[in-house]
């Protein structure tokens, strides 16, 4: 592979988040992981199982021409959707924290709405460039979102409002920038918000989340459904300019639920400070803009199929960056969404570096051309 400017902005960045995030695994775990399996490494041990697996699959897909995906886009679609569906068939599906988001194979656990946004970007990219000339039309138009309705009921079943909310941001941010009218968009909006006002309102644990959002140190929700994100804050506002210190993280101490997953951003900026945060966002922004050049490039090129997948990969780690980190600062509500390469997670490491993989191939196939 051709080491350039496009693949220097990805691989870097990728490696300096990979090795941050197996560190702060190792810190924001230890005492989780030592009380639920006397073995303190418990959880960075398998952090770094799943990033050898993760880096075995960006290799493969590496090696991968970018137009067998686009021939068999559909494949990988439909295997999504199997296991979608197979999450629900009794004594299939694994329970944690009353959501049935995962499938136990053995030690590792997959989950399935994970697998469905790498499927989903290479599914709608492709159907982008073979139906152009209908996508404005209402049949062409209809059929991804049906697709997209068949999905987020399947998620949200689980209930995962989170990763419904980044799958209609993937699927709208694709068809978009594929050239869908301005008022296809906007009715695509009004209908995912309209759909978003009734996922919460209908569930009192979402409405609990909201409304301590607005609070989360009020005496009614400070000890219940605001007790991660006042936490939250609170480990932020511990770390000051340079932290308290690596490892010196008092909010890990069981005060702050799921420290090593989604509030692993807080732990972060507690131990490395608001100067550490802004590393880690500085390195993600390198990564962002390395994925939009190399989406560029290829509409350049007029590979229409590589530079949705990319523009699309960007949609998905961006996105999921931002609430991650919003959720952490207490701009948005609560939600189960995993910080990319840095949060404890097999399925979600290993499908994001599937993806990096897929960006330095597409890569190499535009330098060649």
């Not at 080491?3 to 220097?8: K, S």
């Not at 159907?127 to 209402?138: D, W």
């Not at 949609?315 to 960056?321: E, G, N, R, S, V």
């Amino acid at each position: 592979m051709k080491i350039d400017t496009n693949n220097l902005l990805i691989i870097l960045p990728i490696s300096f988040l990979l090795m941050i995030g197996i560190i702060m695994v190792a810190s924001s775990s230890i005492y989780i992981a030592d009380d639920m399996t006397k073995n303190p490494f418990h959880f960075v041990e398998r952090q770094v199982l799943f990033i050898a697996i993760g880096l075995l699959a960006l290799i493969f897909f590496l090696s991968m021409p970018s137009e067998f995906l686009y021939k068999t886009d559909w494949i990988f679609m439909l295997i999504s959707i199997i296991l979608l569906v197979v999450l629900f068939i009794p004594d299939v599906g694994t329970s944690v924290n009353g959501s049935i988001r995962w499938i136990r194979l053995g030690p590792i656990n997959i989950q399935p709405s994970e697998i469905c946004k790498f499927s989903l970007i290479l599914y709608i990219s492709g159907y982008s460039v073979r139906r152009m000339t209908e996508i404005n039309s209402l049949r062409g138009f209809l059929k991804p979102l049906f697709l997209l309705f068949l999905i987020s009921i399947l998620i949200m079943g689980q209930p995962d409002l989170g990763s419904t909310a980044i799958v209609c941001i993937l699927v709208v941010g694709i068809l978009f920038y594929a050239g869908i009218s301005f008022s296809q968009l906007c009715l695509l909006i009004l209908l995912i918000a309209l759909l978003g006002y009734l996922a919460i309102t209908t569930s009192p644990m979402r409405i609990a989340r909201v409304l301590a959002f607005t609070d989360p140190f009020a005496a009614d929700v400070v000890l219940n459904a605001g007790w991660q994100l006042s936490n939250s804050l609170i480990s932020i506002g511990q770390g000051g300019w340079f932290g308290v210190g690596l490892g010196n993280s008092f909010q890990k101490s069981f005060y702050l639920p799921e420290a090593h997953t989604d509030f692993i951003f807080a732990i972060l900026v507690e131990e490395l400070g608001l100067f550490g945060g802004l590393t880690l966002i500085f390195l993600f922004v390198l990564l962002f803009w390395g994925l939009i050049l190399i989406s560029f490039e290829s509409f350049e090129k007029e590979r229409l199929f590589q530079g949705y997948t990319v523009f699309g990969i960007f949609l998905l780690i961006a996105i999921q960056t931002l609430f991650n980190i919003a959720v952490n600062i207490g701009l948005l509500p609560t939600k189960g969404l995993t910080l990319p390469f840095i949060s404890y997670g097999g399925t979600s490491i290993i499908i994001m570096l599937s993806l990096i993989g897929i960006v330095l191939r597409i890569n190499n196939e535009n330098k060649n051309l």
